[in-house]
């Protein structure tokens, strides 16, 4: 996977220190995000900020973690996040991040709900381009067209799926995070169902009513998710398939293709 050198600065996983963003009562433009006034970390810490939020990676992996979900963006995705809606940032080690925050009034149509979105080559330069804009452009210039057509690309940018569903319950919620920490696992849902004391088919009943998935359906997704990093940072698809609990490459690039609409190979060489 080729990617484009710039100048952002390094992401860094660890809690942020206050920053002119939290200082901030509004902001100064709809739109806000230059590389030159705004820190771009990652926050561990749940928050939330009265405006909508776009985060992807220029390099390496992003992930978004919400109540609801958790949403992983490689290069060439970003991860949208309404306003008000608590969320918590990682990423890989190495990783180059930029954020944007939005005024959801400037929004052409709202994106009411946290995805992951198919950054074009269109919408890449065109972020690069507005991140070399002054913190007040002027909105009523050339500077504010330009907002102006980001902001129309933004808003009909694809989704690209990559995220899963997270319980409420506790319970399914530590079941997921074993998952997620250890994808090759291979504890069956009678296995899980046992721990909790209650029949294989009560749980798969719960897992089905508050994920949307199957047992098997969020553990394949899981799995290919965390295949993603891997990747990313260019291993073999094999160690990366045998990596996420697969054990062949044959059903790792099905899953994925299923999950995904594409095989590795295709994901990874796409311009975007």
């Known amino acids: 996977m080729k990617h484009r050198q710039t100048d952002t600065p390094a992401a860094v996983v660890a809690p942020e220190e206050p920053s002119r963003l939290a ?8 739109l806000y995000g230059s590389t030159h006034s705004l820190p771009n970390r990652a926050i561990v810490e749940p928050h939330d900020h009265p405006w909508a939020q776009l985060s992807h990676a220029l390099r390496g992996t992003l992930r978004v973690e919400t109540e609801t979900g958790h949403f992983l963006a490689p290069p060439g995705r970003a991860v949208w996040v309404p306003a008000g809606m608590r969320h918590a940032v990682t990423c890989s080690p190495g990783t180059l991040m930029r954020s944007l925050y939005i005024e959801p009034a400037a929004m052409l149509r709202p994106r009411p709900e946290c995805e992951v979105i198919v950054v074009s080559p269109l919408l890449r330069e065109l972020i690069q381009a507005f991140s070399e804009l002054p913190v007040r452009y002027d909105d009523a ?13 933004l808003a009909v940018a694809e989704q690209a799926g990559l995220m ?8 399914l919620g530590n ?3 074993q998952l997620q920490e250890k994808p090759a696992d291979r504890s ?3 296995d899980h169902a046992r721990r909790l004391g209650v029949s294989g088919r009560t749980l798969s009943r719960w897992f089905l009513h508050q994920t949307g998935f199957t047992f098997r359906q969020w553990r394949q997704r899981c799995r290919v998710l965390a295949s993603i990093p891997a990747l990313e940072r260019g291993e073999r698809v094999t160690d990366a398939a045998l990596g996420s609990g697969y054990e062949s490459m044959s059903a790792f690039i099905a899953a994925f293709q299923e999950q995904l609409g594409a095989t590795p190979k295709d994901f990874f060489s796409s311009d975007t």
């Open 175 to 177: 079941i997921c995070r």
């Open 141 to 153: 210039g050339a500077d504010g067209r330009l907002v102006g057509v980001l902001l129309d690309r």
């Open 164 to 171: 899963l569903p997270w319980p409420e319950d506790p319970r």
């Open 188 to 190: 069956s849902i009678e």
């Open 23 to 30: 200082e901030l009562v509004e902001l100064p433009r709809p």
